[in-house]
């Protein structure tokens, strides 16, 4: 058996390097699956050309841990990671679509391939804290809309990486039956609405993740879709900021863009998303201080962050809307 595709090479005091990625899948399922009552479901030939250009754009991050979303059919996902040369072998940490309340709606998961062996079984992240009640909400919500896998892999030099999958609720309305897309009241209201369930998403996210971070000098990694920029309120909530200093980093995330050591604008233009024009960046992948440069825990550092996006502006029924953003990590050797 030909040995497994790697990212990984050693040299330097830095010299373990690993690649971390994000990949919005835009619905990934079997053909002949209705994923969403106004949408057609793919036939076979689509199917076929949508399989092969996921394991292409795979084969060209070559990551050692992806997070996907928008996973409708888990086989849909692993029949691409068998066609790709890079992750064929990859473990994959996944579950299909489940039907959420009040509405009973058909939601994708997210879901997670790794390269790197695994210390233990996947958790998911399902439950709130506490329950939210959205205005016009009958019954409260209490679970995340979309569960967060968190595993924990071995990198080379023996040590535990937390990697943990988001997707948060998009922007799109919330509109209840009652409600009317051509009414601006209406429409602000079903705004609040979507920004209050992203919101508790992100509140339930942070809420595990204290149990993580805090005086645990293991690195640890959230990747994903946060369908919103890096200084929102949601995605700030999620990276714990909001106190500055030394003795606050023990708690939170950093986006890997703004710490990373080769920031080379005229080479790499990062943007995951186009929407009437604009360039946004929605897919993150936020790192603990054992990243940081200014942290006396720092164990690893952000090499590079770089986004595949070409095919945001052929816009081919089989791609994404949205681009992989890549991460290359550099770990001590020895810590």
């Known amino acids: 058996m030909p040995p497994l595709p790697s990212s990984i090479d050693h040299s330097d005091e830095f010299g373990i390097s690993i690649k971390i990625g994000t990949f919005n899948l835009r619905n990934c399922a079997l053909p002949n699956f ?16 949508k399989r092969d250009w996921i394991a292409q754009q795979l084969d060209e991050m070559n990551a050692d841990v992806v997070v996907f979303q928008e996973v409708f059919q888990v086989q849909a ?99 209840l039956d009652s409600e009317e897309d051509t009414n601006p ?33 293991e690195p640890c ?10 200084q929102s309120v949601t995605t700030q909530i999620i990276a714990g900021t909001g106190r500055y200093g ?18 080379d604008p005229l080479r790499n233009v990062v943007y995951s998303h186009i929407h009437d024009g604009s360039l946004d960046v929605l897919d993150h992948i936020l790192v603990s201080e054992e990243f940081h440069p200014q942290s006396r825990f ?4 952000v090499r590079e962050v770089y986004c595949l996006n070409d095919h945001l502006h052929n816009r081919a029924p089989f791609t994404s ?4 953003v890549v991460a290359q990590l550099l770990f001590k050797n020895k810590v």
Not at 34 to 49: R, V
Not at 221 to 230: L, R, S
Not at 321 to 324: A, L, P, S, T, Y
């Open 77 to 175: 996902l692993q029949e691409a990671l068998l066609a790709s040369k890079t992750m064929n072998r990859a473990k994959l940490i996944a579950r299909d679509a489940v039907r959420m309340q009040p509405k009973n709606e058909l939601v994708p998961q997210v879901a997670m391939a790794t390269r790197l062996p695994l210390l233990g079984e996947a958790n998911w992240v399902i439950d709130y804290a506490q329950p939210i009640t959205p205005a016009g909400y009958a019954e409260p919500l209490t679970q995340i809309t979309r569960a967060v896998p968190h595993v924990t892999v071995k990198l080379p030099n023996g040590l535990p990486l937390h990697v943990l999958g988001v997707h948060l609720k998009s922007k799109r309305p919330d509109y």
């Open 298 to 301: 720092q164990m690893a550092q």
């Open 185 to 217: 009241d209406d429409m602000a209201v079903a705004g609040l609405r979507s920004l209050i369930r992203r919101g508790a998403d992100a509140v339930a996210l942070r809420h595990y993740l204290n149990h993580i971070l805090q005086r645990n000098h």
């Open 246 to 263: 030394k003795s606050f980093f023990d708690f939170q995330l950093f986006d890997s863009q703004r710490i990373q050591t080769r920031n």
């Open 221 to 230: 990694i959230v990747a994903g879709d946060f369908n919103d920029d890096a």
């Open 321 to 324: 809307d949205h681009g992989q």
């Open 34 to 49: 209705t994923f969403y009552a106004n949408q057609e479901p793919y036939d076979s030939a689509l199917y076929t050309q």
